[in-house]
């Protein structure tokens, strides 16, 4: 594959469809992203304010009432959860979005479903909504993540809307990447150890630099930091069809809430933004989260029998574009986890860290990361060439 800036937020272009290196969305309220990121560029297409659940074998709406209106009959007549259970979700979304964002990672931490069922939701509302909902965002079916991963991404829901780039995911890293000046980035360049601010490379050559950030996916930076990783990390298979026949009408996703089945959801990019296909065809990707031991032909045959039963025999009919098999596609942040606001990104001797590592996994923590870590080592170069100048 061809070396791009971006780390795992990629898109690649295929027989004239664009495929995101799994499934990936932009939540528009991320703190930090909105400064960074010009969406008008971006030209951001947004899904609508809620998803189809596939419950009791049929399909049922549960969407934003305000955001999304045109769903509402049918969310008001969907059997998930019972009426005690919407007045709680919406409790809890203002509650989230009334306190400072700070203060969602203080206090004591608990499992996600722990504090779902603190909080007093159903089983039914907990299995069938916020599992499939959020797996398909954690990429463990289990949810064995940190409540304050859960609060913070309602919160990011409830405030604006969840989109991609017209383009693809990877128009992201692009669009910063065009601040840098030519020249200034090397890329297909692996790196085979790091010796204090100097980067042995696996070609043979080296780098030596003033200042090293480490900005890698973490069983990578614990690799090249001799450590262990501190975060398990969160498989995902992501299955790219395409179709000439949509499975459903419009572009909101798909969740399995029926407990069985490893296909977690389904989503329909080419509804969202008319550019992720050839005219007159669908793109559809299935997403298998978690690690269930499946080749790639095990997943594709799985993964077609499920949706056989929930969209009918069309779905053999699908052609396969391409599997992503990602093994680590995310952190797994378990309690006890550490602030994103409190992170040290300065390791010493000139050497720095950036990423999710040790916090909490999305675009939002790895671009706030990396403006930390940036000013950081503005403070140490100064510091530097002013203890080094006569």
């Known amino acids: 594959e061809d070396a791009r800036v971006g780390g ?36 951001l297409k947004s899904y609508p304010a ?9 399909f049922q709406v549960f969407a934003h009432p305000l955001r999304s209106p045109q769903y509402l009959i049918g969310t008001l007549s969907a059997s998930i959860g019972t009426i005690g259970d919407r007045l709680r979700l919406l409790k809890l979304a203002r509650a989230v979005c ?10 004591e931490e608990m499992l996600a479903r722990d504090y779902l069922e603190h909080f007093g939701f159903s089983q039914d509302m907990i299995e069938r909504f916020f599992v499939p909902f ?73 780098v030596s630099c003033e200042a090293l950030v480490v900005a890698t996916p ?35 996703l798909v969740l399995n809430g029926e407990r069985r089945g490893v296909v977690n959801n389904v989503s329909l990019p080419s509804l969202v933004s008319a550019a992720y296909a050839p005219p007159g065809e669908t793109l559809i990707a299935a997403v298998i989260p978690g690690d269930h031991g499946l080749s790639d032909r095990d997943a594709e045959r799985t993964a077609r029998d499920e949706l ?10 699908w052609r396969l574009l391409r599997s992503y098999d990602i093994h680590h596609a995310l952190p797994r942040p378990v309690p006890p986890t550490r602030s ?38 503005e403070r140490f170069l100064g510091s530097h060439r002013r203890s080094a100048s006569p």
Request: one cysteine or more; glycine letters at 10%.
């Open 8 to 43: 795992r937020v990629q898109t690649d272009e295929y027989e004239g469809f664009l495929l995101d290196r799994g499934f990936q969305v932009l939540q528009k309220a991320y703190p930090t992203v909105r400064q960074l990121l010009d969406y008008r560029a971006l030209d």
């Open 50 to 58: 809620g998803a189809r659940i596939r419950a009791g074998n049929r």
């Open 98 to 107: 009334r306190k400072p964002l700070e203060q969602l990672f203080e206090g």
């Open 134 to 206: 959020f797996a398909g965002i954690c990429l463990d079916p289990a949810i064995r993540v940190t409540h304050r991963f859960l609060l913070f991404v309602l919160r990011m829901f409830a405030q604006d809307d969840v989109a991609v780039p017209a383009r693809g995911i990877g128009q992201i890293p692009l669009q910063l990447a065009e601040r840098i000046p030519a020249g200034r980035i090397l890329l297909g360049s692996p790196v085979a150890a790091i010796d204090g601010t100097t980067l042995i490379l696996e070609e043979g050559g080296v």
């Open 218 to 252: 973490g069983p990578e930076t614990a690799r090249l930091l001799g450590q262990e990783p501190i975060m398990e990390s969160c498989r995902e298979i992501c299955l790219y069809f395409s179709a000439a026949e949509s499975p459903t009408r419009d572009p909101l």
């Open 308 to 317: 056989a039963d929930w969209f009918g025999p069309q779905v053999q009919s």
């Open 340 to 377: 994103p606001f409190a992170s040290q990104p300065d390791l010493g001797n000139g050497c720095f860290i950036s990423g999710e590592y040790g916090s909490l996994p999305s675009i939002a923590w790895a671009m706030r990361s990396g403006v930390r870590t940036a000013e950081a080592v």
